[in-house]
Nanobody, 128 residues
Framework: QLVESGGGLVQPGGSLRLSCLVS????????IAWFRQVPGKEREGVAC????????HYSDSAKGRFTASRDNAKNTVYLQMNGLKLEDTDDYYC???????????????????????WGQGTQVTVSS
């Protein structure tokens, strides 16, 4: 129900835009978060956005470089990543959590919740 795309190989300082197509769910009812993880590393939340009102939240590593946005008409959430660094290399996943059931607040530790749905991931490689 969540399908990521847009990953790839980019040089340091470059940009990528990831997309998360949400199907079978009403985007208005969910917070969509972006996580990243590779095997052997701890999963890290980098950005999230409320499908209801567009409120966003970013990790310290993403702040100022990444921007989450949504297009409810297309049921799609985006992650614009600028100024990419070598350490941004990871598999990126989008995940959805029901706003009403979880009582999630985007401004209060949104990455600590148990998300309901996950995509299959898209690989981002930053390399010179």
């Amino acid at each position: 129900q969540l399908v990521e795309s847009g990953g790839g190989l980019v040089q340091p300082g470059g940009s990528l835009r990831l997309s998360c197509l949400v199907s079978g769910l009403r985007l208005d009812d969910y917070v969509i978060a972006w996580f990243r993880q590779v095997p052997g590393k701890e999963r890290e939340g980098v950005a999230c956005i409320s499908g209801r009102d567009g409120t966003t939240h970013y990790s310290d590593s993403a702040k100022g470089r990444f921007t989450a946005s949504r297009d409810n008409a297309k049921n799609t959430v985006y992650l614009q990543m600028n100024g990419l660094k070598l350490e941004d290399t990871d598999d990126y996943y989008c995940a959805a959590i029901d706003i009403e059931e979880s009582l999630i607040r985007v401004d209060d530790e949104p990455f600590d919740y148990e998300y309901d749905y996950w995509g299959q991931g898209t690989q981002v490689t930053v390399s010179s």
